[in-house]
């Protein structure tokens, strides 16, 4: 009950919020923000005063602005037709606008005012392969500008400020509305701060709802959830750093505004965008490579200028960010603008305790690793380009390994795995892949209907068939092979047993990652499977990271099922005694966990977060599902329910942390309801 009421109050508080007037000016700072940092300055108090005045000197009053009708950039900025004109015109109006509210020296002001009266008489439009995203990072700029010039006494004239909106909301709005959440996420991060930011200037709230909805609930990339992970690596961590501190940044600044408007989204996420931030800036400030999934990248690791905010906000708030400290000093004479504007007037005097981030250890770290198990003596070791086939026939029924040496493994044809054999690996460092010129599917399959005693561990199984830069266009619903990972299949209950999977790593599979079908005894234990189930036959939402169907005496522990384009982390079908214990199951496409017409399913202390629909599903079809505990998970921030369930005999839910699920905390029905899609199907 006491938790019930934590989710009403929370509800309650939320309608209460967005009930209320916009705060003006109220982007990156309050009327009272402005007031405390002008006072500040005139005070000659550090850092205000070292900064205002770097900031006026780099703030020429002989600026002139050069308005295009069609700005166009391309990829990397190439073409560049008016872009750069377009950021220089928004950063030096924004820094006209502070240096007139602090000095109210009216040159300031004219020159911001008539920045956005050129640019807002002149631009018609965005075009080519970055249109969206540099709408994105200049749209919060202007507005910043606007908001202090309009409740400034600064002398912008009606007409001129009903011209501005205008392009705001039809220019700037029509192209950004709908997001790209398939782009890497600092897309979608730049794109919600300039939808808020243009929300309070123009005063709508549905508008600025949307921009705290795709904040939190966004798809693919479109959420803080969804570009920074509970460990605080960012999805661009294996791109170039460079873009992680973008992305960070902006899912900050719209972090920021909601703050200026009475709403925390950075404690959201127990803290994520902290986590996001001292993950990087500690890899950055070359104190510590952290454990990431992928490789992360070396390239671009200068640190950027926007530390500063988000340091001051995070330690009022009395969280720890040691990285984050440093990153920031080193940027404090290159940032005027971020150190001028990033302290609150409401934390100039909290000094609370300061306490260390929590980094989410459910099913962390997962998959293969750079430790590998010893192996017994006289097992047979397999170099890259020599026959794995051979050497499990010849290891099957002894207990010797087939060891498949570091490197990859060209597979010329799906690797048969007979009974009786421990394939392994020498952890991160092997990876089969499938060649790409064969027709077969599946990475592994059994050889026989019958398969008994067999273990598959430390080793990747790679499926992408594209080996480009290392970030969206090497993900699953990108690629154009038919791959799957593991897959295991017989045609009675039983005839498959004992099966293990320690320690492996399957990713970027079009089909299921792994598929267990009609096993008993079968252990699924620290493995990460992620990336797998896109769009492809037999169909949208029928490919998941990890499907089990018509199997018992499953245990699945301490694994990562995540980000799935178009599936499950976790489909159970047709299944008897299945228990999941500590494992991370987030930002996938379908449900968390799918749970079909199975019994005496077993859900406890893991992590079920940011899904497309509700954390957890027990569907019915038939009959229906049976003894179902549900305990002790953290569910939170599903873009659907907590918990949703139909037509169930017996589910147990006890001691679940439900947090902000869109729709509710859960939704329990008892009707033999068989849900149908909407339209087409494919949603």
């Not at 005063?49 to 295009?68: G, I, M, P, V």
């Not at 240096?99 to 004219?110: C, L, S, V």
Request: aromatic share 10%; charged share 20%; hydrophobic share 40%.
């Amino acid at each position: 009950m006491k938790k019930l009421w934590i989710v009403l109050l929370l509800v309650w508080s939320a309608s209460v919020v967005f009930g209320q007037r916009f705060v003006h000016p109220g982007i990156d700072q309050t009327p009272a923000d402005l007031a405390y940092m002008k006072s500040a300055v005139l005070a000659k108090q550090q850092p205000w005063h070292n900064a205002f005045e770097r900031l006026k000197k780099e703030t020429s009053l002989d600026f002139q602005s050069q308005a295009y009708a069609h700005v166009v950039r391309g990829p990397y900025g190439k073409p560049d037709i008016g872009g750069s004109e377009l950021s220089r015109a928004a950063s030096t109006a924004y820094n006209s606008a502070l240096i007139w509210y602090i000095t109210r020296d009216r040159a300031y002001a004219d020159q911001a005012i008539e920045i956005l009266d050129t640019w807002s008489s002149k631009l018609w439009d965005f075009d080519n392969n970055d249109a969206k995203l540099i709408a994105g990072y200049t749209g919060y700029v202007f507005c910043n500008a606007a908001e202090i010039l309009r409740y400034s006494d600064s002398g912008w004239e009606q007409e001129s400020i009903e011209q501005f909106t205008s392009m705001l909301l039809n220019v700037y709005y029509p192209l950004l509305r709908h997001y790209y959440p398939q782009a890497n996420g600092n897309w979608d991060a730049a794109i919600v701060h300039s939808i808020m930011a243009i929300a309070v200037f123009t005063d709508n709230r549905t508008m600025f709802q949307s921009g705290v909805d795709h904040f939190l609930y966004g798809p693919i990339n479109g959420s803080v959830f969804r570009y920074i992970y509970p460990s605080g690596q960012s999805q661009e961590s294996t791109r170039d750093q460079a873009h992680v501190q973008f992305g960070q940044s902006e899912l900050a600044g719209a972090a920021r505004i909601a703050y200026s408007q009475g709403i925390d989204l950075f404690s959201v996420g127990n803290n994520r965008i902290a986590l996001g931030y001292e993950y990087t800036a500690k890899f950055i400030l070359q104190a510590d490579t952290p454990q990431a999934y992928g490789v992360i990248s070396q390239q671009r690791k200068d640190v950027r200028y926007d530390y500063e905010y988000v340091y001051q906000h995070y330690t009022s708030k009395g969280v720890s960010m040691p990285y984050s400290s440093i990153a920031a000093q080193q940027t404090l004479s290159v940032s005027p603008r971020s150190v001028l504007t990033a302290r609150r007037a409401l934390h100039k005097d909290l000094s609370p305790e300061q306490k260390v981030l929590q980094v989410s250890t459910y099913g962390y770290p997962a998959g293969a690793s750079n430790v590998a198990g010893e192996p017994p003596v006289g097992s047979i070791f397999v170099k890259p380009g020599e026959s794995l086939q051979e050497a499990l026939l010849q290891a099957a029924g002894t207990p010797v390994w087939v060891v498949a040496m570091a490197g990859i493994h060209l597979l010329p044809a799906s690797l048969k795995i007979p009974s009786e054999v421990t394939l392994a690996g020498q952890g991160l460092r092997t990876i089969l892949f499938l060649d790409p010129a064969i027709k077969d599917r599946d990475a592994i399959t059994n050889d026989d209907l019958e398969l008994k005693n067999v273990t598959i561990r430390d080793l990747v199984i790679e499926s992408s068939l594209i080996t480009g830069t290392p970030a969206n266009s090497r993900r699953s619903f990108n690629n154009i092979g038919r791959r799957a990972g593991i897959v295991l299949v017989t045609d009675e209950k039983g005839k498959i047993d004992n099966i293990t999977l320690l320690n492996i790593t399957v990713r970027n599979s079009v089909y299921s990652g792994v598929t267990i079908k009609g096993a008993s005894a079968v252990q699924v234990i620290n493995c990460d499977f992620s990336e797998n189930g896109a769009n492809m036959v037999p169909g949208v939402h029928l490919l998941h990271n990890l499907h089990l169907s018509h199997c018992s005496a499953v245990e699945v522990r301490g694994c990562r099922l995540d980000t799935s384009p178009q599936g499950s982390g976790l489909a159970i079908s047709h299944s008897d005694q299945v228990a999941v214990t500590d494992c991370e199951i987030a930002r996938n496409g379908y449900y968390g966990v799918l749970i079909t017409e199975s019994n005496n399913i077993s859900l406890r202390s893991s992590l079920i977060e940011a899904n497309n629909r509700s954390g957890v599903m027990a569907e019915f079809l038939f009959r229906g599902s049976q003894n179902i505990s549900i305990k002790n998970n953290q569910i939170q921030y599903n873009n659907g329910n907590g918990v949703e369930a139909y037509g169930t005999n017996s589910i147990s839910l006890l001691g679940n942390d439900f947090v902000r699920n869109r729709d509710s905390m859960q939704k329990i029905d008892d009707s033999k309801t068989i849900i149908v899609p909407p339209g087409n199907g494919y949603n």
